[in-house]
């Protein structure tokens, strides 16, 4: 979408002005003679430059004319949830905006700054959003602000679909981006530069029934216990799959286990449960373990076909009847899922805030074995300015909008509205963050968390590990013909990006 301008006043103009103001008192000063005859040697060795700075000083002049009727700036924002309760993403750069305009105006500057854009919520998912926005860049129309995964950094910057961000952030680091958790800023690098600023972060939860754990017998301090007992080492994934087995052959649940029913990267938690690792930073390639890809797809088989607790079509199923519905209405015991489902349960009104804290409990995914780590998965959405944004000259006021939105209290309208995790330390102090129970509660969950690659063939290793798991869960592969096409679809399409290790 290009740039609105009223009297075609870009940026780069608004800015040209200060500059050229600052030119204007240096011809001044440089014209005015001084009786130095060394100076006047110099003027006269300048004749040329002097005649360039007052043809620019002219332009500057018309320019200042122009903007006695004013200026509109137009800047446009791509935003994502898919989750609804994550429009904050998108319509904080709205409140941001007239905050920013009313500074213009108490300064004087008769410019007004305009957002534009759209946020996008189910039945648009990541890969259709992806692909709306390679489209929009293909026809000259990107937006200028473009929010995504993290883990899109690495295909975005060696495409020149965005900018790198190094110096922007600098200029404002000592006003927030100082405060940013380090994590963060690892998440938005590549090739040794920073790509973007994060926006929020989050952590991936195993939810769980405390109703239906009542019904198997469990006491309440059983019940209480279990996160803990999961954070120590002491109840595993093989455990998980005993108790759900023990819920659904009682009849007290249909599904024993739900997760989510698109393509997406939750169940990563589960290979690297199982001792896998996804990137290699001394080497910069992304990392297939055998042996844990291996144990992964075999605990997805045996959970179908052994156990009986996942549907074998889950993976194709339906967000509302086969994800939120079987949970929030006591149909499934657990619940592979993320800190915002909570807000998201809540906004749609299928679960209260009494009945959350009644009757759900929260925990790290389980270790494979007994004594192992428990995880979680962090996927940080971060802000991207793209190149057709610094071609149109809007990429300083850009980021600054981008700033203003991660200051504490914009950031914090989202992470309550949407149950996401703080960015800055000093977020966690500002009162409606502070005020919430449950992010307060979740946030160890960081101390157990890791990141997808930054990686330009990230998508593809993703792809083919989601056809995989698919696949093994539909019986259309067994575990071990699921492992062959993983390691030669990856050989044939990425051989250069990944290392396999046993």
Do not use: C
Not at 22 to 48: F, R, T
Not at 161 to 189: G, N
Not at 467 to 491: F, H, I, K
Request: glycine share 8%.
């Amino acid at each position: 979408m290009m740039v609105r301008r009223s009297g075609q006043i870009t940026v780069q103009a608004i800015v040209f002005l200060l500059v050229g103001l600052l030119l204007g008192g240096a011809i001044g000063y440089l014209a005015a003679p001084k009786g130095d005859p060394q100076l006047l040697e110099q003027l006269d060795e300048k004749d040329s430059l002097i005649q360039q700075l007052q043809q620019d000083l002219q332009e500057v002049t018309q320019q200042l004319e122009a903007l006695k009727e004013g200026s509109t700036i137009t800047i446009t924002v791509w935003a994502i949830g898919p989750d609804p309760p994550s429009e904050y993403r998108f319509e904080n750069f709205k409140l941001a905006a007239d905050i920013l305009n009313v500074m213009l105006r108490d300064l004087g500057a008769n410019v007004t700054i305009e957002i534009e854009g759209q946020f996008f919520a189910r039945p648009v998912e990541w890969e259709q959003y992806r692909q709306n926005f390679y489209q929009a860049f293909e026809a000259g129309e990107a937006p200028d602000i473009y929010l995504t995964g993290h883990e899109d950094i690495g295909y975005l910057a060696a495409n020149d679909f965005i900018i790198p961000l190094d110096d922007y952030i600098e200029a404002y680091w000592d006003l927030i981006y100082y405060d940013f958790f380090p994590t963060l800023w690892e998440s938005v690098k590549y090739n040794g530069m920073m790509w973007a600023v994060p926006q929020d972060t989050e952590a991936r939860p195993l939810y769980f029934r405390k109703d239906v754990l009542r019904q198997l017998g469990w006491s309440e301090e059983e019940i209480n216990s279990l996160p803990e007992k999961i954070k120590n080492g002491e109840f595993t994934l093989w455990d998980l799959l005993e108790v759900a087995k023990e819920a659904v052959d009682a009849g007290l649940v249909e599904r024993g286990l739900v997760h989510r029913v698109k393509e997406g990267y939750d169940y990563l938690q589960f290979y690297i449960s199982f001792g896998g690792k996804l990137y290699n930073p001394d080497t910069g390639k992304m990392v297939f373990n055998t042996t844990a890809w291996g144990l992964t797809l075999d605990w997805f088989y045996k959970a179908v076909y052994e156990y009986g607790v996942i549907h074998p079509n889950q993976f194709s199923g339906d967000w509302d009847a086969d994800f939120h519905g079987p949970f929030t209405e006591g149909r499934a015991l657990f619940l592979s899922g993320g800190i915002w489902h909570k807000a998201e349960w809540i906004n749609k009104g299928l679960l209260t805030e009494e009945e959350f804290i009644e009757v759900v409990g929260y925990a790290l995914h389980p270790a494979s074995k007994e004594g192992g780590m428990p995880v979680t998965l962090s996927h940080p959405l971060v802000y991207t300015i793209t190149t057709q944004a610094r071609d149109r000259g809007v990429d300083k006021i850009a980021f600054l909008l981008i700033t203003l939105v991660s200051l504490p209290t914009f950031n914090s309208i989202h992470a309550v509205q949407s149950a996401h995790l703080a960015i800055a330390r000093s977020q966690i102090s500002e009162t409606k963050y502070a005020e919430d129970w449950f992010l307060s509660d979740v946030a160890y969950m960081l101390e157990y968390t890791t990141f997808i690659p930054n990686h330009p063939d990230w998508g593809k290793y993703s792809r083919v590990v989601f056809n995989a798991l698919r696949a093994v869960e539909t019986g259309d592969m067994t575990p071990e013909e699921a492992l062959d096409y993983m390691v030669s679809e990856l050989q044939s399409q990425i051989p250069d990006s990944i290392e396999f290790v046993e």
